[in-house]
């Protein structure tokens, strides 16, 4: 069992950056893939970075964040992290970390989900 907890999010302007973290509970955190996805109002969750297990060295990003958004994990620290730059009104959604054991794009593929952090950014 993973627990995972979201925090970081908030109100910033279209250009500004914002860092997410996911901490874990549990013992096995290096041994699972984690994912970030986002679910604006009205619209299906999406697909955002994957990481990959123990060492994290492949990473996958959604086309609309490629160049933007970098994912990386600590896992001493047992915590995952997305680093949002030049953010735009169209990344406004709730933003939530899964953990998985298999590195793909699609909700499926992840076993356990956090509450989800609010992002808003404003024009």
């Known amino acids: 069992q993973v627990q995972l907890v979201e925090s970081g999010g908030g109100l910033v302007q279209a250009g500004g950056s914002l860092r997410l973290s996911c901490a874990a509970s549990?013992?096995?955190?290096?041994?699972?893939?984690m994912g970030w996805f986002r679910q604006a109002p009205g619209k299906e969750r999406e697909f955002v970075a994957t990481?990959?297990?123990?060492?994290?060295?492949?990473?996958r990003y959604a086309d609309s964040v490629k160049g933007r958004f970098t994912i990386s994990r600590d896992n001493a620290k047992n915590t995952v992290f997305l680093q949002m730059n030049s953010l735009k009104p169209e990344d406004t959604a709730v933003y939530y970390c899964?953990?998985?054991?298999?590195?793909?794009?699609?909700?499926?593929?992840?076993?356990?989900w956090g509450q989800g952090t609010q992002v808003t950014v404003s024009l």
């Open positions: 549990g013992r096995t955190f290096s041994n699972y893939v």
């Open positions: 899964a953990a998985g054991r298999v590195l793909v794009d699609v909700r499926s593929g992840y076993d356990y």
């Open positions: 990481i990959s297990n123990w060492s994290g060295s492949r990473t």
